[in-house]
């Protein structure tokens, strides 16, 4: 009698799964579509005449002989070396993660084990900086960048990414460090263990889902910033968003919006790729941090 009362209404079942289904055509349709077209020519692709030639081709069997072409990938990667942009991104964001996570481990562990008042002042101090625009935060550093004779280096970028980014990892490590009883540090202290070696043997193995959690933030914060790279980047070093908008063009010169295509797909497969290998560990850090004690 329990469990024929506490079965789902087979409607209620049948309206939830074709919600999630419509939400999940809604939500991949984009993507699907920017990759389907990215194999196309700008004439089936972008076509004012009929929608279907992205679908057919075609424009691309008349002009490559083809259903499907690479012209964009190869004149996006080859011809306007999108691969040293690719690069640039991926030293912009290992030493944006990795320096964004050291200092709000370390940071946050420390506020989380002090008793004394200045830690919620300290944080409250973080959440004023991460609430500031960021455009706010580069405008402060353009002076002495120019100055310095620093603008348009990967380094400065980096600083600034930091900056912008060590409020929120600082915030959310130390809910997760709040999680973590003190009685390990104390236990880890009667083994014999140091401080910061109980800090280290101990609690970073236990709340390692909520480091991975974190720097996954970092990760997109850095990857997919446009305003910190695009002001503080010049155009032979920049890193994949900026040089996406520049395949655009301006209203000054022509630019070819099959390599933005082309460029946009190559940026966005490795982030899926990235929340597919992690999701494990985001779910149970998330999880982690949302549970108290």
């Known amino acids: 009698m329990a469990n024929s009362a506490k079965k789902t209404p087979p409607l209620l079942m049948i309206a939830s799964t074709g919600f999630v289904l419509l939400w999940i055509i809604i939500a991949s349709f984009p ?7 990215s194999f196309k020519v700008q004439g089936d692709f972008f076509s004012k005449a009929d929608w279907r030639y992205a679908l057919d081709g075609t424009r691309t069997l008349i002009e490559t002989g083809g259903s499907f072409t690479g012209a964009g990938y190869e004149g996006a990667w080859i011809e306007q070396e999108f691969w040293r942009a690719a ?8 030493f944006t993660v990795v320096i964004s996570l050291t200092l709000g481990t370390l940071g946050g562990y420390a506020l989380a084990r002090s008793g004394h008042s200045y830690a919620f002042w300290l944080l409250m101090i973080a959440l004023l900086f991460r609430a500031m625009p960021h ?14 004779n620093l603008w348009g280096h990967l380094p400065t970028t980096i600083i600034v990414l930091v900056a912008i980014n060590q409020p929120f990892t600082l915030w959310m490590l130390h809910s997760f460090f709040l999680n973590i009883p003190k009685d390990l540090d104390e236990s880890a202290k009667v083994d014999g263990c140091t401080q910061f070696q109980a800090f280290r043997h101990v ?7 909520g480091v991975i959690t974190t720097g996954l933030f970092s990760f997109l914060l850095a990857y997919n910033d446009f305003a910190v790279t695009s002001m503080l980047l010049s155009r032979d070093n ?5 040089a996406i908008a520049g395949f655009l063009g301006s209203t000054f010169e022509e630019g070819n919006v099959m390599f933005a295509v082309a460029a946009v797909v190559s940026a966005t497969a490795p982030l899926f790729v990235l929340v597919m290998f992690f999701q494990r560990q985001i779910v149970s850090g998330l999880t982690a941090g949302a549970v108290k004690g």
């Open 87 to 94: 690069v640039n991104t991926f030293i912009v964001v290992f």
């Open 238 to 242: 920049q890193t994949m968003v900026p």
């Open 203 to 209: 609690i970073i193995p236990v709340m390692w889902p």
């Open 135 to 148: 455009i706010t935060l580069v405008s402060g550093y353009l002076l002495p960048f120019f100055q310095w």
């Open 31 to 37: 993507f699907l579509w920017t990759l389907w077209g």
